[in-house]
């Protein structure tokens, strides 16, 4: 799978980069997700951005397009795009009009997220006329496993209303749901058990009746969060997602080719 992505061209030679749009709840796990893809690519923990577990606001504060691989190796056309996490109350966290803006492709790279008031026109960070290269390619859902049962309702009212407009946009949604260690011990002592396990079933299910995306978009994920050395397990089930995200990605951007 590593292979198969260092070897990924996109298919429509009019887009560059294909933009992958990482979107959840505080302390989700998104930041993670971009660093365990990284290190798996690199073959070594990368420690390009710490998570704070005790945060109780986002860590993340800006539109921050991060690219899949490194300098020394080459990066791939892949960019995964991390956003400020969605919170309860609705003054704080991400709007979630400007997840939807940065779906359209109208956000630029580094815009801070302000949760009180979405960018507009007026915006520096604002891009009047987005191409197909602007604009994201794939919404990709950060759920904790550890956490959905407990998720607020007002959160999930917030990812539905993302979801209604990518649905709009027919932008491919999947959902990586994350910290399957923290959920169940079965595949805490062991990865390869995560589809043997009920418990995970019933998060995944959880998941599907939250946000009406189907069971095979929906992949339960480890991210590195404590360990200084590369795990195959956790490489497995993270690539068998991502390269799905990767093809789905491709395939939207090929069917809005304008050639
Ligand atoms: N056990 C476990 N911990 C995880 C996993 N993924 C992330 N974490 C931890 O969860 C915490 C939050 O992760 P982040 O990646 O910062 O989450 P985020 O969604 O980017 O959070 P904000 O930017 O604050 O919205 C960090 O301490 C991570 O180390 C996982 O799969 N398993
Ligand atoms: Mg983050």
Known sequence: MVNTLKAFKIRNDEVKELNLLLCGQIGAGKSSIINTINSILEGQISVGYQGNLESSVSQTLKFHKRQVGNAKDGFLPLVLNDTMGLEIDQSKGVHTD?????????????????????????????????????????????????????????????????????????????????????????????????????????????????????????????????????????????????????????DYVDKYSNN
């Open 98 to 250: 400007d997840i939807i803006t940065a779906l359209k492709g109208h956000t630029k790279n580094g815009y801070t997220f302000d949760p009180k008031t979405p960018i507009d026109e007026n915006s520096p960070h604002y891009r009047e006329n987005p191409s197909l290269s602007d604009r994201m390619h794939c919404l990709v859902y950060v759920i904790p496993a550890d956490k959905i049962s407990i998720m607020e309702d007002k959160v999930f009212k917030k990812m539905k209303k993302v979801r209604d407009a990518a649905y709009r946009m027919d932008l491919p949604h999947v959902i990586l749901m994350t910290k399957v260690d923290e959920t169940c011990t079965l595949t805490n002592k062991n990865l390869r058990h995560v589809y043997n396990s009920k418990k995970i079933k019933d998060k995944m299910l959880e998941c599907q009746s939250a946000l009406g995306v189907k069971m095979n978009c929906i992949f339960p994920v480890k991210n590195y969060h404590e360990e200084c050395d590369i795990n195959e397990n956790v490489n497995c089930l993270m690539l068998h997602a991502f390269t799905r995200i990767v093809r789905w990605a491709d």
